[in-house]
């Protein structure tokens, strides 16, 4: 990728430590949110996990100042033409068939709740299908709870800051996990697909401003 650096600033990834690990330096891809969603497809088919070295400005945990960015932050949501007290219940919801089952996970009094009862219930009253189709689930979740001006906000406060949903509980899917290095180890759908809503959030802001001021003339 000779000739497509851009500032220090940008995350480092580090070289392929073993033949279990596919590392990709393709965080300066993420300008468009075109070429983003590409990227993450393309890290979602093939399952790729990756090794991040974060700038010091990184958010790399979703709780305090940044909880909101957590699917267990308080943010009411529609969805599928559905309200849901959380984007962890809808996504929990998601795996269902409508019905008993479905309602209970939706009608959980917390998010980890209904992660719990999500979890126990799981078999064969799940819907086929949903571990192909889990990472646009959540995206479609992703843009449903940021759609709100005051959620829309706060994530695009985030700036260009590399979002890494670091945890201690061993989640490299949705997240990452912290090694003996410092760098972080993971596929981090959610933090891929909060960084894909914000870039889709900044460029509709864009042609709004575009639109108008051409309005105006």
Not at 90 to 110: L, M
Not at 144 to 161: I, P, Y
């Amino acid at each position: 990728m000779a000739g497509c650096e851009k500032p220090s600033t940008r995350p480092t990834v580090g070289p392929l430590e073993s033949t279990s690990w596919l590392v990709l330096n393709l965080n300066w891809l993420r300008s468009t949110p075109k070429t983003f969603s590409l990227i993450s497809f393309a890290r979602v088919l093939c399952g790729f996990e990756m090794k991040i070295h974060a700038p010091a400005d990184a958010i790399v945990s979703f709780r305090d100042e940044h909880f909101f960015l957590s699917n267990m932050f308080p943010c009411p949501l529609v969805v599928w033409g559905e309200n849901f007290a959380t984007s962890e219940h809808a996504y929990q919801c998601a795996k269902f068939r409508a019905g008993e089952f479905r309602d209970r996970v939706k009608g959980a009094n917390t998010p980890k709740s209904a992660k719990w009862l999500a979890r126990r219930l799981g078999g064969q009253h799940r819907l086929d299908g949903h571990a192909e189709r889990r990472f646009d689930i959540m995206l479609e979740i992703i843009r449903a709870k940021f759609s709100s001006h005051e959620m829309a906000q706060r994530l695009l406060a985030t700036g260009d800051r590399l979002l890494i949903e670091g945890n201690t509980w061993g989640d490299r899917r949705w997240g990452c996990v912290q090694a003996k290095d410092g760098s972080w180890r993971g596929k981090n759908w959610l933090g891929e697909i909060l960084m894909q809503v914000r870039s889709e959030l900044r460029e509709a802001a864009q042609n709004r401003t575009y639109g108008s001021t051409h309005a105006a003339k």
